[in-house]
């Protein structure tokens, strides 16, 4: 193509882009944008005394402690772990006089103990919940709040049964920016949510699970036996036992790990019992690493119109072999504007359809006689008023404030169920409709079908 025409070819793109309003919506946002800061933690003061266990003390477990601990009245008693260098790290933290045990049961029998944190890897969480709900105590549980959906019910059953207080820890549920963004959607600000999308892509060692191990890993610093449980018995083995979400056997791969925060934040926000229908697919392509999940996943929802919402579909993804670094976002696209979650924040682009459809551009209008062109104009003009023309996209965004963590919400919200017997604000039902699903992503994978899923029972059909 000789430059000038390029050149004209260009133009033309330009003014095609323009009038279509394609690429118009980000330029739009940088400009456009109206910036809004979201309120801080919930202040809470209190003297009633709530005493805790963490039980299963790794990354997570002491991350929650430390965030529990942060919530006035909040003490901890004692911690399990099955690692010897975890116990000792949290004597280190909190001093000598924990209690700390290889034994969870220990902690069960304690009459000082009032509520227990379960942050173990996933195949155990459903017998510690249980077994603190049946010895009285409050449980948070983490998320996934279950390895298999039949757990899932037992989970449920045991806390309707004993009335346990019992919190999930999908903390996102209780951030401020999920409660905005919810607010926003029932507001009608994106119109009728036809489509969600969401992807966490990851580029590294440690985003693929590939965390560190300890040089003293050996037999006598680990209760390898027990962490096993009732999973085939293989040799000691550090790498599946500080790496435990590689392994089918322990694990959730990344639909427990991942997907049900995506599917968590958008049950809250849409107030949904789940999908009818689910299809995965995958590859192993880089963390070749003896794991036996994928590290590549694509997962297909398909959502029924339920009294609360339109039917849409969902897709999720995760690609840990990312060449472009990674990434994340989740959006909820409308047929009036999008929210884009990102995890404490979130963007609403509004963008409604004018009623004049415009003409020139990438369109017929072009090729018609300068004097039909004339016409044309006279017509449309006389058919559509300037009201009728395109509005300007507009772009919220909210942001919680700096350093705000959405989990101290989240143990707020548990230990003021514990306090006042109010509902918490993810009940083991509500964590079954986000991990069955999830869960339903794997047996579709493996099993290479569609997987058709009953909300309503919280199971797979058939
Ligand atoms: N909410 C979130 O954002 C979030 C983030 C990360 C992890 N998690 C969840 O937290 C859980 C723990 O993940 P992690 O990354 O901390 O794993 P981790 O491997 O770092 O820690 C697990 C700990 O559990 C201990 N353990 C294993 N079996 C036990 C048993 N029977 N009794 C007592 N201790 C036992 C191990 O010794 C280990 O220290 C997982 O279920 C994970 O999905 C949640």
Known sequence: MPNNSRRKFLQNLGATAAAIGAGSLTAMAASNEIKHTLKGEKKVSSNDKIRIAGIGMGIMG?????????????????????YTGHLDKAKATWGNQLITTRDYRELLERKDIDAVIVATP?????????????KGKAVYCEKPMVQKISEGHQVIATQKQTKAV?????????????AEAKKLYQ????????????????????????????????????????????????????????????????GTGVPGDLFVHLISGLHFMIDSNGPERIYATGNLVQWKDGRDIPDVMVAIFDYPATDTHPAFQMNLRVNFADGGGGGEYTRLIGTEGVIELGWNDFKVKQHKLPEAPGYGGWD???????????????????????????????TNSYNAPAGYDDRYDHFVNFFEAIRSGKPVVEDASFGLRAAGPALAVNESYFKKKIIQWDPKKIDIIG
């Open 166 to 178: 019992f919190q999930v820890g999908s903390q996102r549920v209780s951030s401020v920016a999920l």
């Open 122 to 134: 996933d195949h155990w969480h459903d017998t510690i919940s249980i077994d603190a709900m049946k």
């Open 364 to 394: 017929t209008f072009g090729t018609f006689t300068e004097e039909q062109q004339k016409a044309f104009i006279e017509d449309y003009n006389k058919k559509y008023s300037a009201a009728a023309a395109p509005l300007k996209a507009a």
């Open 187 to 250: 507001s009608g600000a994106i119109g009728q949510l036809n489509f969600v999308e969401a992807k966490i892509d990851r580029h590294s060692a440690l985003g693929a699970w590939q965390y560190s191990i300890p040089t003293d890993a050996n037999p006598k610093t680990i209760d390898y036996n027990t962490f096993l449980k009732d999973t085939a018995k293989t040799p000691f083995d550090p790498v599946r036992f500080f790496r435990w979400r590689n392994y089918q056997a322990y």
């Open 62 to 82: 002491f991350g929650d402690v430390k965030c529990a601990l942060r919530v006035p009245g909040v003490e901890l008693v004692g911690v399990a772990d099955l």
